[in-house]
């Protein structure tokens, strides 16, 4: 039988470059969207697009039929993490184990808390001091125990923060037009901490890969990109990208303070502003030892290939 994969919040950054990978390698693959318009945009045009809702156990029941693995790619606003997050992955969790598929789920660091050591492996406490970051573990958690119970298979991918085509989040957008503009672009925390950053098709990749590996699942892997770098290092090239002078300034905690008044993000930036004041680098050598073909894109051609494709979305820009 012909494997069948299913990206849950295939509109999204990482959501729609799984699919783009996917479907590269001749897979197929159900891309499951909210919005179409969206989604036809963003997708590639051989995609198999199906309308979705996570928040409602049957249509995810429904778009879950016949699935092989399912990729958990689906992201709100900070603000409705707490409302919206456990209810969907209980309901990804259901379709999956009526399909008997197995689930990819693309984590991140704000589990762990301030870092104690670095590289972090993945045996570092889950000691998170955010609100995000207590309810990423308690959904890992579920995710783990799934499969500690031979319920569902479940796969975790550990990512730094994404860069690149479709990441228009409140980090890289502003940094990118800024570059395009030749105005100065802005940092959280300290400009000169390593930080690692994942090139979004890298992580995609790492999905991909992870899905398909049955010996993967029940397991954690960081996957931390290309390798450190600072925050004045990645701004210069994303300036040297654009063709325009480097100019940069740093947000501090009494930024988010203010602006987090006024705003939902900045609100919750302020309890993980931490991540950018002390390193922020992930083992990845349990990852590299097996899977060893596979190969990071170098940060100097992940942040030119992002500001073209910033260059070439004005939309996006303004």
Not at 61 to 83: D, G, M, Q, S
Request: aromatic share 10%; glycine share 10%.
């Amino acid at each position: 039988m012909e494997e069948k994969h299913v990206v849950i919040g295939a509109a999204g950054a990482l959501g729609s470059a799984i699919v783009g990978v996917l479907s590269g390698l001749g897979k197929s693959v159900r891309a499951v969207v909210r919005d179409v318009d969206r989604a036809r945009r963003v997708l590639p045009p051989e995609a198999d697009i199906v309308i979705g809702d996570g928040s409602n156990a049957e249509s995810v029941r429904l778009v879950c039929r016949n699935a092989t693995v399912i990729y958990h790619c689906i992201n709100v606003p900070f603000e409705k993490w707490y409302t919206v997050m456990p209810a969907i992955t209980d309901n990804i969790l259901a379709g999956a184990r009526e399909a008997r598929a197995r689930i990819v789920f693309p984590g991140n660091v704000y589990g762990y808390g301030p870092l104690r050591m670095t590289p972090a492996n993945e045996d570092h406490p889950l000691a998170a001091t955010s609100k995000q970051g207590q309810l990423r573990n308690e959904l890992e958690r579920k995710l783990i125990d799934a499969n500690l119970m031979a319920d569902v298979k479940v796969v975790i991918a550990r990512f730094p923060e994404y860069y690149g085509p479709n990441v228009t989040n409140w980090l890289m957008s502003p940094i990118f037009q800024a570059a395009l503009d030749g105005r100065t672009a802005a940092w959280p925390g300290k400009l000169e901490v390593p930080h690692d950053l994942i090139y979004i098709r890298d992580a995609a990749t790492a999905c991909c890969i992870l899905g398909s590996s049955e010996s993967s699942y029940g397991q954690v892997w960081h996957v931390p990109g290309a390798g450190p770098i600072t925050g004045k290092q990645f701004i210069g090239m994303a300036f040297q990208a654009a063709g325009t002078k480097a100019r940069m300034k740093t947000m501090g905690r009494g930024y988010f303070r203010v602006r987090g008044l006024f705003g939902p993000v900045a609100r919750e930036m302020t309890e993980l502003v931490y991540e950018f004041e002390e390193p922020m680098v992930l083992d990845g050598s349990k990852f590299a030892g097996a899977f060893p073909g596979f190969r990071y894109t170098t940060h100097e051609h992940a942040i030119r290939q992002t500001g073209n494709w910033y260059g070439q979305h004005l939309d996006v820009r303004r």
